[in-house]
């Protein structure tokens, strides 16, 4: 799960880390009254989306008066930013976090990740902050200092003074930073995140050592654990029909293309859909119904997949194994029945109780296009879609 | 013969008395799994479908003699499952629940490593060797004995690839589902390892995913190491960055972990590709037929 920036910076002074004062509002009016409030002559204005990228996207601008803090409030509220990371459709900026200004030295890198090769959480720091780490691991990945820590042992503050005096601090803002990195760590075990990235991290003129961005992630997994963090989810970052899915145990993701996609398993998921395009078509989504699916909730990822208007053809494709191809089969006649899926549906089974499902859905009288193997099924699906257009 | 588990496989079931629990472990016994009982905190001494249950590991291991267990505890509880059966020196443990922190399987792997047991999964559909064993929740009426090994972090996807090889009368000897979590408790290079010694597995499959570097990992290793053919498919060519893919470890993150760069470092590492998923067991079938000639 991802949250906002300012939620970031509000859980990290919880944890002692040092960041900018600053306040959310979603008007205009009120970005001016968070200003005035803050004091002082330099604010800046941030776009709050779930996406990095925003600087370059024009969502984070500089404001040197109240009036162009009014005048950046105006342009950015209310526009779709797209950034590398937003998609081709961008996202509408609904809330701003406007921040007091600072005088800033030097602009580094901090990240916290688990290093899935060694089954450990790793810092990452550089000197090169401010600007996409990606592109600095993979030109000078020399200037990226990476220090593991023992799960047995957790953090010690040799860490942070490796990365410290790595990424090229000196006197008292090594003493700082190392208290930065200890509760940067803190928080990341605290909280059971995945990602806990700061970019960049700065040192100030006045010798301050402080996040100037925030990016938090969460296991998913373990979100049962904190309601706190489930709070934070802001219905309006994530996509309605993704949430509607979760509820019904089914994993959603809208895609571009035209032929829909309900599948078993997460693994087949992603190959029925890559099977699609190399046919010539596309998928419109990702739909894993899991293992344990019901007929209600088979009739619900039909109702989710007839939403999109772009869906001109369906692939079911089934392997049974917990999932019995017989409830597939009736969950798919009772979609036929109440939502009277009017486009061409292709339907692969196999598994446990195929010839019962099979019969039942040539029994149903409906049209149903059925498919003898995963290649055949992908074929089917693709014709089908291109007779529609 | 295969790997991991064969006729002198016992099994026990953590979370015996659940749904689920019940379902996947008569399902194993009906395969031939010499299944002996099961583990349910509180429930000891009770008997469950003609089985003896248990309240502690130990217990169990002391009556039955059971050398693998089965896991089917809620994601909350589950590390502490695995944690229990390491600490009584369980031989093999097969982890199917879905939806373990990370962070538990972090603090559990150092433990695992220094120990004597070997965890399969977690997030994972088992494992089987036809008309032997099965511990798991793959329908096994679709393998078949043979001589090609199958290991993937998928559980369905890897039910189609056995059924490709099975429809064209290529055996197995053991398929291995390793799981879809970032973290698992056995990788593609520890089975690979195991399927080379393995006299009876010939070739193998191996079936991966976008996210983190197990398959590239396991590729170098290939090359370097496996005398016997391996032919490999990767999901997710179509898959969108920084999405997660219904499993937690299956997401584009940056780097070499998109199916384009896997299968670009397996083809480079000698390992046959299948592009497409329908493919699986047709390439097989080449590669067996030109080895046979040799």
Redesign the interface.
């Known amino acids: 799960m991802n949250i906002h920036e300012f939620q970031a910076k509000e859980l990290m002074r919880k944890f002692g880390i040092t960041t900018l004062n600053g306040g959310v509002t979603t008007t205009v009016n009120g970005a001016v009254e968070v200003a005035k409030k803050l004091g002082g002559k330099v604010w800046v204005v941030k776009a709050q989306i779930h996406a990095g990228g925003r600087g370059k996207a024009g969502g984070v601008k500089l404001a040197k008066s109240l009036d162009e803090v009014l005048e950046h409030a105006k342009n950015i509220l209310g526009k779709t930013l797209i950034t590398h990371q937003t998609g081709p459709e961008g996202k509408e900026v609904k809330t701003l976090l406007i921040e007091e200004g600072c005088g800033i030295e030097h602009e580094y890198y901090v990240g916290l990740v688990m290093d899935r090769s060694k089954g450990k959480i790793t810092f990452m720091a550089s000197a090169e902050g401010g600007v996409e780490i990606e592109k600095v691991a993979a030109a000078t990945p020399e200037k990226i200092i990476k220090v593991s820590i023992d799960p047995a042992v957790g953090y010690s503050p040799y860490v942070g003074r490796k990365l410290a005096f790595g990424i090229g601090l000196k006197g008292d803002l090594v003493k700082k930073a190392e208290k930065f990195f200890e509760n940067l760590y803190k928080l990341y075990i605290a909280c059971d995140c995945t990602i806990a990235e700061i970019n960049p991290l700065v040192t100030t003129t006045d010798g301050n050592v402080l996040a100037l961005d925030a990016k938090l992630n969460f296991d998913d997994n373990a979100l049962f654990k904190h309601p706190e963090i489930e709070a934070y989810r802001d219905s309006n970052e994530e996509s309605k029909l993704e949430m509607e899915a979760h509820e019904f145990g089914l994993s959603y993701i809208a895609l571009d293309g035209n032929i829909g996609c309900l599948v078993n398993g997460a693994g087949l998921a992603m190959a029925t859909m890559d099977i699609i395009k190399l046919h010539g078509g596309t998928p419109a989504n990702f739909l894993d119904v899991g293992g344990g699916a019901t007929k209600e909730a088979v009739e619900k990822a039909f109702s989710i997949i007839l939403t999109d208007p772009k869906v001109k053809a369906i692939l079911v494709n089934i392997f049974g194994g917990i999932m019995k191809c017989d409830v597939i089969a009736d969950g798919i006649i009772a979609a036929a029945k109440s939502l009277g899926v009017k486009v061409p549906l292709v339907v692969r089974l196999e598994g446990t109780n195929v010839a019962l499902g099979k019969k039942m859905l040539k029994d149903s009288g409906y049209e149903i296009i059925a498919a003898n193997d995963l290649g055949d099924a992908a074929k089917k699906v693709v014709e089908a879609a291109k007779s529609k257009i | 013969m295969g790997i991991l588990i064969g006729r002198d496989t016992k099994l026990i079931t953590i979370g015996f008395t659940g749904k689920?629990g019940t379902f996947?472990s008569l399902q194993s016994r009906d395969y031939g799994t010499n299944f002996v009982g099961g583990v349910t905190p509180g429930k000891g001494g009770t008997v469950h479908e003609g089985f003896p249950v248990f309240n502690t590991v130990r217990e169990a291991m002391n009556k039955t003699d059971a050398n693998a267990a089965m896991i089917f505890v809620p994601?909350?509880f589950a590390a502490d499952s695995i944690l229990e059966c390491i600490a009584e020196e369980m031989p093999l443990i097969v982890c199917i629940t879905e939806?373990?922190?990370?962070?538990d399987?972090?603090?559990v792997?150092?433990i695992l490593q220094k120990s004597k047991s070997r965890l399969i999964g977690p997030n994972c559909?088992g494992l089987i060797t036809p008309g032997e064993s099965k511990i798991g929740?793959?329908?096994g009426h679709?393998h078949m004995p043979g001589k090609v090994g199958v290991v993937?972090?998928?559980?369905?996807?890897?039910?189609?690839a056995v059924?490709q090889l099975t429809q064209r009368e290529i055996g197995q000897s053991s398929c291995v589902g390793i799981g879809?979590d970032?973290?698992a408790g056995t990788d593609f290079i520890d089975v690979l390892k195991l399927f080379e010694a393995d006299p009876q597995t010939e070739a193998v499959v191996m079936?991966g995913?976008?996210g983190?570097?197990?398959e590239t990992?396991a590729a170098r290793w290939i090359q370097k190491n496996m005398t016997k053919p391996v032919v490999s498919?990767i999901?997710?060519?179509?898959?969108?960055k920084?999405?997660?893919?219904?499993?937690?470890?299956?997401i584009i993150s940056?780097?070499e972990d998109t199916?384009e760069a896997k299968f670009a470092v397996l083809e480079k590492c000698g390992i046959t590709i299948a592009?497409?998923?329908?493919?699986i067991g047709q390439k097989m079938e080449e590669v067996l037929k030109a080895r046979s000639k040799h």
């Open positions: 689920q996947h994601p909350p939806g373990i922190p990370i962070a399987m972090i603090r792997r150092p559909p929740i793959m329908p679709i993937s972090r998928s559980g369905t996807l890897t039910y189609e059924y879809g970032p973290l079936i995913e976008i983190g570097s197990a990992d498919f999901a997710g060519a179509t898959a969108p920084g999405k997660r893919m219904g499993h937690a470890g299956a940056g780097g199916a592009r497409s998923p329908a493919e």
